[in-house]
């Protein structure tokens, strides 16, 4: 929900406060720089229309997210104006539409609409049924209501600015100036005309105080409400003095000239209009933070080309359905993610990954929504439509992240909490006790106007949620999708960074380097076997033997029995005989004599990964896999040593192997061997220790380590179950990303501190 009216940090709390005590409301979060509200509550216990009053009655105006959109549908066979009455009456007797307007000169009608509540092809059906045809769409912009409004609220504030600046500045002039020796017309010395200069200030007051109501409105309600905000220390303060200044211009009126010089309606001027200017530069600076979800949502082509009985037509994008087979030409962004099913092109997909290099596509390949087809002209069947793409999850994610408080925004929303009701309390103890000392009541309210006006921190509910806006989005824009605020601020404190091996640091497609024979056997009937057996497993290095076999053109044969044993390896029987491949651990168990061990640790020593296989117990051979590292492993970890962070590698590969790997790309210590569902606890005895520990890893086996991290960090290019356990995702599969990440937290929780 969108929330008007806040003026502070102290305002959202006030809200949050007031929510907690609604049976019903489970989760709740005000944004006061986004002004938005999440609420999670439970209908059966309370209404939203309850929860709409009790903020309504705190004084500030809640609102649905506006979904509203306009179309113009063309329609053919309308003859007279009773047409367009009748195509009318069925298009508002929709739910969900909101204005309909039929021109027949033009034979269109304009529809505003709610696309929560209702599609075009519904639109389309009530004119077919009203008797008419409706024919290709016109789309017209989206209704971007937040954006108009808040371009209407830095509107208002520039004016109300203006016009309090007009007023202030001769008052200020003829209040102060003569101080400075300055010149004043007669008319107005104090010193002649008393009564003409208290008079000529109060009038050039009186406007002032009416552009800047809204803060004695809003001040004085909350305060009477007892949840008081910075308006309510401005309404006080500058009310007190405007009210102290009337009763000098009765003094001055009764004939007690030197009240002349106890006038304080500059400062309830100059207050008003220092103010105003905040707000004015502020609200510029919220509409800012919201446009990396601008800019993402942008990317999305309005309308796609769809192929719906050999024809092509141009519908828009929410009319797309999953199944649907679009057309994109070169230089056209792709509307929605997808299989390509005919052609071959190259795809800028920056916009996701950060990438430039553009990404091969041909039959078989999947495209994502928002990013642009370069070379040529492809097919592609919709995967994921409206809020399921890729890029809609981002955007998502993105104004979660935006949304959520770090811990540190927390701290604010306490101080916030506390500091207006304590700033009244000490003005109002600093006045009583300057007045009992016998000081007279002018100097007294000085004091008193003083604190409360010094003491408004407006921008202290703004200290952090921009920052944690700004923060996430910027990391949007390099393809680092941070998922939280306190992701985000969790981040700046890491000091030991864990890798996963296999597909983070390494590309994670290994490939067969070497097969070690014993016996008469041969190379072939080795690789024949072991990819036979393989052809069941869905392990990346059974994968690896399947696809050297296939390269050889090898036909393999048809296994009988097949179970895979978890960090052990597998087996299988084939033509009656029991196949056994996999590590020295499974060799081992089932009493297998190998006297290939100096080979093996070779082979490991070289960083590839040794699979011992065996027929009816007898040691056939070695098999070796070897995976690439990253090109970019190595520097992201350099650099990540010049950061004072220490870096550790955890994989269920053998230590040899392990060891290799980390010797290539600068690792300090190795956690070899390690079972899927031990990654977890590994992470956990680092934490233990006392270390900040995030976790950087791409596949299912690493989502629980993900969750266990103080910070999860899933590649990209991982699947869907790490990505959703992380908090951090890091879409280009780069290291450098890691890097990025934390320097992103560095700088966020800098600019916090000093905001703060």
Avoid at 27 to 53: G, H, M, W
Avoid at 118 to 131: F, N, T, V, Y
Avoid at 562 to 583: D, Q, T
Avoid at 727 to 737: P, T
């Amino acid at each position: 929900l969108t929330i008007q009216g806040m003026t502070c940090a102290a305002c959202a709390k006030a809200i949050e406060r007031s929510l907690g005590k609604i049976d019903g409301v489970v989760n709740f979060n005000v944004n006061y720089a986004s002004e938005k509200l999440s609420l999670e509550f439970d209908p059966q216990r309370v209404s939203l229309e309850t929860i709409f009053a009790r903020v309504e009655d705190l004084g500030y105006k809640l609102q649905e997210e506006e979904t509203v959109r306009e179309v113009t549908i063309p329609i053919a066979g309308m003859t007279c104006a009773a047409c367009a009455a009748a195509v009318e009456r069925a298009l508002k007797k929709l739910e969900g539409v909101e204005e309909a307007a039929v021109n027949l000169a033009t034979e269109k009608a304009v529809v505003k609409y709610d696309s929560n509540l209702i599609r075009i092809s519904q639109l389309k059906q009530a004119i077919e049924k009203a008797g008419y045809q409706p024919l290709e769409l016109e789309l017209g912009v989206s209704v971007d209501r937040e954006r108009e409004r808040r371009e209407r609220e830095i509107k208002s504030l520039k004016t109300r600015f203006l016009i309090a600046a007009i007023f202030t500045i001769p008052l200020f002039y003829i209040s102060m100036g003569h101080m400075l020796g300055a010149p004043l017309p007669r008319f107005l010395d104090p010193a002649y005309h008393a009564l003409n200069f208290a008079l000529v200030q109060l009038i050039l007051t009186i406007p002032v105080i009416l552009v800047g109501s809204r803060f004695y409105t809003l001040g004085f309600r909350t305060l009477f409400k007892g949840s008081p905000n910075m308006d309510s220390l401005i309404a006080i303060g500058t009310s007190a003095a405007f009210i102290y200044g009337i009763y000098a211009v009765i003094e001055i009126v009764a004939g007690n000239h030197h009240m002349a010089m106890q006038l304080y309606f500059e400062s309830v001027a100059v207050i008003i209009t220092l103010i105003l200017l905040g707000k004015y530069l502020e609200s510029i600076s919220k509409g800012k933070t919201s446009e990396a979800i601008k800019q993402l949502m942008g990317l999305q082509p309005k309308t796609a080309t769809v192929i719906q009985n050999g024809q092509e037509l141009v519908l828009p994008i929410e009319e797309v359905e999953v199944g649907d087979i679009l057309v994109v030409k070169p230089g056209e962004r792709i509307p929605v993610d997808g299989t390509v099913i005919e052609g071959y092109t190259s795809v800028d997909e920056s916009m996701l990954t950060g990438e430039s290099i553009p990404v091969e596509k041909s039959i078989g390949s999947q495209v994502v929504g928002g990013s642009i087809n370069q070379t040529g002209s492809i097919h592609f069947r919709a995967t994921k439509v409206g809020k399921d793409t890729v890029l809609a999850q981002i955007v998502r994610l993105v104004e979660e992240a935006q949304g959520s408080k770090a811990p540190i925004a927390k701290l604010a929303d306490v101080i916030a909490g506390y500091f207006v009701p304590v700033v009244i309390g000490i003005a109002v103890a600093a006045a009583v006790l300057w007045l009992l000392a016998g000081y007279p009541l002018t100097f007294v309210l000085t004091i008193f106007i003083s604190v409360l006006v010094i003491a408004c921190p407006c921008a202290l509910g703004l200290a952090t949620p921009t920052a944690i806006m700004v923060g996430t989005g910027k990391g949007a824009e390099y393809g680092v999708l941070i998922k939280s605020g306190e992701a985000l601020e969790t981040a700046h404190r890491i000091n030991t960074v864990v890798f996963d091996k296999t597909g983070t640091i390494t590309e994670g497609k290994p490939r067969v380097t070497d097969v070690i024979v014993r016996g008469k056997i041969t190379e072939e009937e080795i690789l024949l076997l072991a990819a036979s057996a393989e052809k069941g497993s869905e392990h990346p290095l059974g994968e690896a033997i399947v696809k050297a076999a296939e390269e050889k053109g090898l036909e393999l044969k048809k296994f009988d029995k097949f179970s895979a044993m978890p960090g052990r390896g597998i087996e299988v029987e084939i033509e009656g005989k029991l196949l056994l491949l996999g590590n020295k651990k499974l060799m081992r168990e089932r009493d297998v004599v190998f006297d290939l061990e100096d080979d093996a640790n070779r082979l490991a020593e070289e960083g590839k990964t040794p699979m011992y296989i065996a027929l009816d117990g007898e040691l056939l051979g070695i098999i070796a896999v070897a995976d690439v590292v990253k090109e970019n492993s190595k520097k992201a970890i350099e650099k990540l040593h010049q950061m004072g962070i220490e870096v550790a590698m955890i994989t269920g590969d053998n230590r040899r192997t392990a060891e290799a790997i980390a010797k290539q790309v600068g690792i300090d210590f190795v956690l070899a061997e390690i079972l899927p569902e031990d990654k977890a606890n590994e992470v956990k005895k680092l934490q233990e220790e006392g270390k900040k520990v995030p976790m950087v890893g791409d596949g299912i086996n690493d989502a629980p380590a993900l969750a266990q991290a103080d910070v999860g960090m899933a590649i990209g290019s991982g699947t869907d179950v790490a990505m959703e356990s992380a908090d951090i995702v890091l879409m280009r599969s780069d290291l450098m990303d890691v890097v990025t990440a934390i320097q992103l937290s560095k700088k966020t929780i800098r600019n916090i501190k000093q905001n703060l």
